[in-house]
């Protein structure tokens, strides 16, 4: 069903048009992922839709008396109300035809004139029908669930809504958004600021909800999760691809190339032509000359396609380390009371690229601080490999002179003789040109200044980068610019980010701090959270933090984390081959069926679009089942 229509809007500031007579259509069941260069309009193009505000030209029509509701920036709660009734009072529609029920059932039970009592009985009918469809006799839990799920704890509800800190005002309004549930929601970064067991909640609840949705996020693991449709907005237009974030980013390359084959084609074509006009524009083959210009003047020229593209990134080449970049044995910090991690043991293999993730104040910056020295541990062994250089990358970018201009920050204290020419070149394989280099770095912008540092960390000759979320500042083309340079340079790499799709694409050794413990999964994010299921499964009532094995992931070594195996089994006896044929076939059908959601015929019909994920949910669920199986299996059987 059709929930809202955007027809032929325009909307640009200074004469310099963000986006320009741009059409599309929500329906029921889509949500939708808005993506494209900062400063492209997206956020604009979301006030327009919201009417917050004004497009200059075009039509924004809300379709067969849909709600449309938007996740607004500024919170302003009434002063006293606590946070459990602010939450509620998204609900007010809803409560006021509560007590015009519990009105009309307390004059129906008094009522003698049979006339009235039938009218009464009717709208008494149809008020009980409203509230059992919007489960209205269900608010309070609700209001517990959606709070609770984005990390309010019980003895907050009855505490002043304005005594939160912004972070949390702005999950409260969140958490109103989510439970007035509109037809259409519109959500600029609704995973900022959320820790990821409460970015985990909100991907499941928002995948699970019928409404439509437009999202705009830099959290790509975040649109993977939820987005079932993408929307580019590029170069002033809006192209539409079925499909998640990375189905998007396939699909989007595979239109490149096929658009730039026909660009070329015609090119080629065209010089022909032109060349043989050229050659024949005089004597006998003139007709024939005139006929082709008159054919080439019916020509629709195609232009040069484009595509959304993050600066090239190139860490230059470095001297060889050790082949033990770290031995790290039994590494424990505290400060007085409290206990950061202990028994951290791992090893740092010269070219692997190890990751650290983990909630704010666990310990992850304090960890890079003691591999570097520049901070002792409690107790432990560390050892560092020979010939190993280090270059960090602090979250504050200090290593950067702010006053200086962007060359002669970047330029190496101990080579003077560095030419202008060099360091140009230097700075333009991070995609820092032209007049920028000679402007001071205080005047760049967050995304210009982390790549700055990237350059200055490979100009110092470091084979061993330590990054502390390197990708803080950058968009989603220039994060992907750098996993791509991280997977070509030649040293090692430790970093700690909490993009996980990030993480996913560069790491192959994960620390995860979780519930006050360590653990070291040899794999990626997706193998961490496919063993984090597996465990859930195994022990519902336990929160999340740990995980177990699976067939691609080799040997786990753990910290705190790690629990010594049972020999009791939990599962029927089973070959592990077999098993690994079972977990085969389950994740060939999760890729059938998200292949499945790209199709029209599946992405159009809401109820097959519903029932389509309740069958990959269910194969999820059934291939994390299987992992444990599989692990049990492999420990146990001989």
């Known amino acids: 069903m059709l929930l809202l229509s955007c027809t032929n809007l325009s909307r640009g500031y200074d004469a310099t048009p963000l986006f320009d007579e741009v ?36 039509k924004v029509t809300l379709h067969a008396g849909a709600r449309l509701g938007t996740l607004v920036q500024l919170a302003e709660f009434p002063t006293g109300r606590t946070l459990f009734d602010e939450a509620k009072s998204a609900f007010d529609e809803l409560m006021a035809t509560q007590k015009e029920f519990e009105r009309v059932a307390e004059e129906l039970a008094v009522c003698d004139d049979e006339t009235r009592r039938k009218q009464l009985s009717e709208k008494f009918d149809r008020l009980t029908e409203v509230l059992r469809h919007h489960d209205a006799f269900e608010l309070d839990h609700k209001v517990e669930n959606v709070l609770s799920g984005l990390g309010f704890k019980a003895e907050d509800f009855a505490r002043d809504a304005n005594t939160f800190s912004g972070g949390q005002q702005r999950r409260l309004l969140l958490a109103k958004l989510l439970l007035s549930a509109p037809d259409v929601m519109l959500l600029d970064e609704p995973s900022n600021h959320l820790d990821i067991d409460t970015t985990r909640w909100l991907e499941n609840y928002l995948s699970q909800q019928g409404e439509g949705m437009l999202i705009v996020s830099h959290d790509r693991y975040f649109l993977d999760k939820v987005t079932n449709k993408t929307f580019e907005l590029h170069q002033r237009k809006i192209t539409s691809y079925p499909g998640s974030f990375h189905q998007y980013v396939r699909l989007r390359d595979e239109r490149y190339e096929r658009q730039m084959k026909e660009y070329e084609s015609q090119r080629e074509y065209i010089e022909k032509q032109e060349e043989y006009i050229r050659r024949a524009h005089y004597g006998q083959l003139a007709k024939q000359a005139q006929s082709r210009v008159k054919a080439l003047d019916k020509v629709e020229r ?62 992850k910056t304090t960890l890079l601080r003691i591999l570097l020295g520049e901070e002792q541990p409690t107790s432990g062994e560390i050892q560092r490999g020979h010939l190993v250089f280090p270059g960090y990358l602090d979250q504050h970018l200090a290593l950067l002179n702010p006053e200086k201009s962007v060359m002669r920050a970047v ?33 760049l912008s967050g995304g210009e200044r982390s790549r700055a540092a990237l350059a200055k960390l490979t100009v110092n000759g470091a084979n061993l980068l330590i990054l502390d979320e390197p990708t803080n500042n950058l968009d989603i083309w220039a994060c992907d610019s750098l996993e791509e340079a991280l997977k070509a ?86 070959k592990v081959p077999d098993l690994e044929a079972d977990i085969a076939a389950a994740e060939k059908k999760i890729s059938d069926l998200e292949t499945a959601m790209q199709t029209p015929e599946v992405y159009k019909d809401a109820t097959r679009v519903r029932d389509t994920m309740k069958d990959l949910e269910k194969t999820k669920d059934t291939l994390a089942r299987l992992y444990q199986h599989w692990e049990e299996a492999v420990e146990l059987n001989g």
């Open 23 to 58: 059409s599309f259509e929500i329906h029921v069941g889509e949500r939708i992922g808005l993506v494209g260069p900062n400063g492209a309009g997206k956020t604009t193009l979301l006030k327009c839709l919201a009417g917050i505000d004004e497009p200059d030209s075009g």
């Open 302 to 363: 195609i232009e040069a396609p484009t595509k959304v593209s993050g600066p090239h990134i190139h860490f230059s080449e470095v001297a060889r380390s050790g082949d033990n970049v770290f031995h790290v044995e039994d590494l424990s910090k505290r400060y007085g009371d409290k206990l950061l991690f202990e028994n951290l043991s791992f090893d740092v293999q010269r070219g692997k690229r190890l990751g650290i993730m983990g909630a704010n104040g666990c310990g």
């Open 411 to 443: 330029w190496p204290d101990d080579e003077p003789e560095h030419t202008e020419q060099k360091m140009r070149d230097l700075l333009g394989s991070f995609g820092l040109h032209g007049e920028i280099v000679e402007q001071q770095v205080k005047f």
């Open 489 to 574: 340079y030649e040293g090692t790499v430790i970093v700690v980010s909490h993009d996980r799709y990030f993480l996913n694409r560069v790491v192959d050794l994960l620390i995860v701090f979780a519930d006050g413990t360590t653990e070291v999964v040899y794999g990626n994010y997706d193998t961490y959270e496919l063993l984090r299921q597996a465990r859930e499964q195994a022990s519902p009532g336990r929160k999340s933090g740990g995980s177990s094995a699976s067939p691609a992931s080799g040997p786990r070594d753990s910290g705190t984390a790690g629990k010594p195996a049972k020999a009791k089994r939990k599962f029927p006896f089973r």
